[in-house]
């Protein structure tokens, strides 16, 4: 043995040791630190770095939704509705620990307005406020005489001399309709379409994102569903939650991993033995993946401390380039002359595979220049896994495979004939006739083509969770937690004053029919400016000397000192109102999310919007234009932008890498190196031009499959424009093996129904196949061909 | 031992039905027509008011339709309750309308006015706690709320009639105190005036 024939084999060795430690690592990781990865889907949405008092917002309005369930119990009749809610939270009640309900608090139900008397004389509904300052003396005196002597007055909070003008009870009544859910019964209740309903709120104590919180509370919640239909048959039950998206989501991205691993796995097993007619290249193949998979996912833990589900979704599609150095050396052994030794035909083809890997690398961490961590972590992951099935097959295939290991298979026999009769690209018009004839086709798709970077497009919840989300949402008149106004100020009247300042503009918009109503603390505790605009005016208007007060007492016969004492007792409740006190009073539970407080030194809180139409966010975002300290809110517009710019900007870098990658190669393939880009760039131009035939819109998915296309479709045009003299037809077989695996795992990734993965896959598997079939019209003949000496 | 399961058994039904049985005998002995017209007179006595204030006019009850309450003197004005909605005219002006769609509590509102007005005390029970007595012509009733909410908003009732309601009183925790007392009643195609079929 020489000095060279011990080099591979402590190179094996020394790589034994580290794939040793990574299956140490691993094992460690999932037997003994039982991680588990994350389903976490806003994970893939990128962080918004630029407002962190927006920011807050966002966490603060999501957060306080996203641990919460809500269930709607109903039934044609009242009884019949309780019956079916008891049943419901007889099956959940065992498991407050999981998942909690949130009593009501009879308590706070009943004295939420005791609590606010004592400041009645300033919460004047919007109506009255505005009669108060149009209407004539006259119209109070009638209105108080009518409110005096009828039976039912409607509304009526107190005693007559608590409001004598009904000016709390018209306040109150605006309040009460911020919600259509009303106590009743110690139940909640609410109505719609013939129906009578029972809401019932649960909060879940471990996260909604994770793992065993979605497997045990859904089948609970499955569970009390079965009960309540049990106890009323006719019974309706309408439940949201994030968990149960989260949940839906997580099965579908496992089943995809399944489906989308092992059909991968398959069709290359399957693949291999028709080509090799061995077992031992697919073991070895599967070696290099599966060395490749541990690889990344020890470094990625490393990096990350967390792994993403969708992350090993779209690391099941490694598979599909992973084997490619495994297979371009494999294809070359079975073609070589077998005086050559293993060592020394892969230094032959080092440069190849060198050059494979460059451009794949890049071609993956394209994708870790986008905003979305679930991508980067992808992208990482992918490199890592490359580079690991890389390293595997240069450590210890030459070692592992010997000059008479392979014999050729009825594929490789049949197949290899095909390149023969391949078309070349030349100048002859024969060649030039489907070139032209593909650039019509392209230019008409593309003129076809239109973008789409809505962010609900890419929503892949079942549609009977999403009718239900929609339904409650109805029935509950929710405000949107996406869409809404953030005001700043530098003090809370600041703050108060300026909402009290966008309610003005917002009511118009309640006129013309663009907002149902809309949620604001301000609604609850005016500002100081207005509680004494509104005292004011009620002494001005009701309480003077000769005003409505005292005429209604000369009509009903009582005398002045009963006016002094009215006036004085409706006086004695304008006590000032403050916002930290209204805080800390059972009344303010449902509104305290609105407030956000001190943020970076800011005082902030958030204006909602009950009944939005989507249609009129153009008209709501110019409402909050002009006022200062007030910002609309538009996350999903927003996100849905910031898709629409990368996509826009990873055009860009597509086009970059091209250049980049053109760079890398110039030197090796010099006046032949347009010819390894262009198989992949042809493909590419072809693939969006069916995109444009096919009706589907470009999203940002689209552009990054691109952007992996180029990683895979350089590999093979490096294959099929390396070693002419040498490789024979090894090449060709290398790109159909690879080729077709890919598509395998790629196609099988257009499955998915996660609508970014599908778009992905998409490309993957169109642009894939059109690479394989062009790569052959660009290779030069033989003899033109001026190949770099390789040292051997 | 079977004795003893017997006799719990027989003590259960009992309970149920004692406190079944006045509200069942008033349920048989009160007359339900489809339309029932009549004059009221009101007595309010308001805290921190020295006068009671009276009040009087006509009301109508029709089944499946409404109530319509008339005050003429000395202020005309009028209530107008239909199974959405709940309206206040003062002359020909709308002093106030609810609407069941803004407030989901409208139904039940009208349905208890209803059955107050009717004497339906089986509607009644599952928003009150009713407490009876009759004899063989008349019957007294209390009502008290079954939860804290209601309670507040109507206080304590009280309901006697014979084969129609005849007064209701109503106490109310903040102090103000109402009287009716029905009188007058039609019943039948005649009862309503012309100018009520057109309000109702």
Redesign the interface.
Known sequence: MNMGGNAPKRLALLWALVVCLLLGHNAWLWLGQRIAPDTDILALLPLDERDPVLQQSFTHMVDSAQQRVVVLVGAKD??DAGRAADAYRKVLAPHGELISFDAMG??S??NWLSSLQPHAAMLIGAVQEKELREQPARFWT??A??R?????????L?????DPFGLFAGWA?ER??ET?V?????RL???GAGREYVLLTYTLKPSAFSLGAQQSVVPLLDGAKAAAQQAVPSSEIITAGVVLHAAAAGAQASREVHTIGVGSLVGIVLLTWLTFRSVKPITLTLLSIGVGFLGALSLCWLLFGRIHLLTLVFGASLIGVAQDYGIYFLCHRLGADQGLDSPRLLRRLLPGLGFTLLAAVIGYLGLALTPFPGLRHMAVFSALGLVFAWLTVVCWFPVLIGPETLQPGWLARRYRGAILRWPRLSMAPRSLLPVALLAVFAALGWSRLTTNDDIRSLQSSPPQLIADQIKLGRLLDAPSPVQYYLVRGATTEEVLQREEALKRRLDTLVTGGHIAGYQALSNWVPSRQTQAARLALVNDKLLDADGPLAALARE???DPE?VA??AA?LRSNAQPMALEAFMRTPASQPWRHLWLGEVEGVQASIVALRGMRYASIPVLAQAGEGLSGVQWVDKVGGISSVLGRYRADMGWVVLGAYLVVFLALLPRYKRRTWRVLAPTALASIVTIACLGFAGQSLTLFHVLALMLLLGVGVDYGIFMQEDADGGGDAPWLAVGLSAASAILAFGLLGLSGTPALQAFGMTMLVGTTLVWLAAPCFIVKKETVHATPVPV | MKRLILAAAFALSASGAQAAAPIAKIQAMLAKPDQLCGTFS?T?Q??????P?A?SGRFCVVAGKGVL?R?LK??P?T?R?KRDE?V?L?GERV??R?DAS????VR?INGV?FSLLAGDLGQLD??FEVDGSATNDSWKVSLKA????LA??VGAIALDGGAYVRSIHMA?E???R?D?VFSDIKTGAGAMLPEEAALL
């Open positions: 009242w009884s009879d308590e139900q009943a009638d209105s005489l009518a005096l002597y009828s039976a039912f007055s409607g509304p009526k107190g005693a007559f001399r608590d009544q009460a309709g259509p009303r106590p009743r019964d110690g209740f609410v109505s009903i016969g009582e009963w004492a009215t007792h | 009101q309010k308001l805290a921190g008011m020295k006068k204030l009040s309450w005050t000395p202020f004005n209530l309750l709940i206040h003062q002093a106030m609810l803004q407030e989901p509590t039940m006015l599952s928003l079954r939860n804290a909410a507040r908003a109310e903040s102090g103000d109402t009716i």
